[in-house]
């Protein structure tokens, strides 16, 4: 007894045959698989709802500007989904390469790497600017006192107009 077919639905996309990534970076891959599917970046940014910034780091294989190996596989998986390849055709080279980036010596003036571990990042603290009043707002802008100061004087507004009203009405 057959089934019948006529109502079934094809969810999920046939996989394609990946290109070969022997020699390629993972941004390459995503570039060229892109490419074949006739998408603009901003249609893939739609599609796995990555930001469009990330997806150019990501072609351009500038993996230190996102937030991390386990992010970057995520990024990967969900780029594989919407092309319609296997995941691993990216993932699979991108730990190659993070590998590779891990295991490079760090040049001089860097910080060595963990181990175990690609090599670190340290955040720099924003430069301070010069001057009275710009340190001023320097301050007040990264201690976010201009907002503590509205909600206290706010606060001493309330408490007085209650005073006011208790002492009107004795």
């Given at each position: 007894?057959?089934?019948?077919?006529?109502?079934?639905?094809?969810?999920?996309?046939?996989?394609?045959?990946?290109?070969?990534?022997?020699?390629?970076?993972?941004?390459?891959?995503?570039?060229?698989?892109?490419?074949?599917?006739?998408?603009?970046?901003?249609?893939?940014?739609?599609?796995?709802?990555?930001?469009?910034?990330?997806?150019?780091?990501?072609?351009?294989?500038?993996?230190?500007?996102?937030?991390?190996?386990?992010?970057?596989?995520?990024?990967?998986?969900?780029?594989?989904?919407?092309?319609?390849?296997?995941?691993?055709?990216?993932?699979?080279?991108?730990?190659?390469?993070?590998?590779?980036a891990a295991s490079t010596p760090p040049a001089e003036g860097d910080a060595a790497p963990s181990?175990?571990?690609?090599?670190?990042?340290?955040?720099?603290?924003?430069?301070?600017?010069?001057?009275?009043?710009?340190?001023?707002?320097?301050?007040?802008?990264?201690?976010?006192?201009?907002?503590?100061?509205?909600?206290?004087?706010?606060?001493?507004?309330?408490?007085?107009?209650?005073?006011?009203?208790?002492?009107?009405?004795?």
């Amino acid at each position: 007894m057959r089934a019948d077919t006529g109502r079934l639905r094809v969810i999920a996309p046939v996989p394609d045959d990946p290109p070969e990534a022997a020699g390629r970076s993972p941004g390459q891959l995503v570039r060229e698989l892109r490419t074949r599917r006739g998408l603009s970046l901003e249609q893939l940014a739609a599609a796995t709802k990555i930001p469009v910034s990330s997806l150019r780091h990501i072609e351009a294989d500038e993996f230190d500007a996102l937030p991390g190996p386990v992010f970057v596989k995520g990024f990967l998986r969900c780029c594989a989904r919407a092309l319609g390849v296997e995941a691993e055709h990216l993932v699979e080279p991108f730990e190659d390469w993070n590998s590779r980036a891990a295991s490079t010596p760090p040049a001089e003036g860097d910080a060595a790497p963990s181990p175990g571990g690609p090599p670190q990042v340290t955040a720099r603290p924003p430069a301070r600017p010069s001057g009275a009043w710009a340190t001023a707002k320097w301050r007040l802008e990264t201690a976010n006192l201009a907002l503590w100061a509205v909600v206290v004087l706010f606060v001493l507004v309330v408490v007085s107009a209650a005073f006011q009203l208790g002492a009107g009405s004795r």
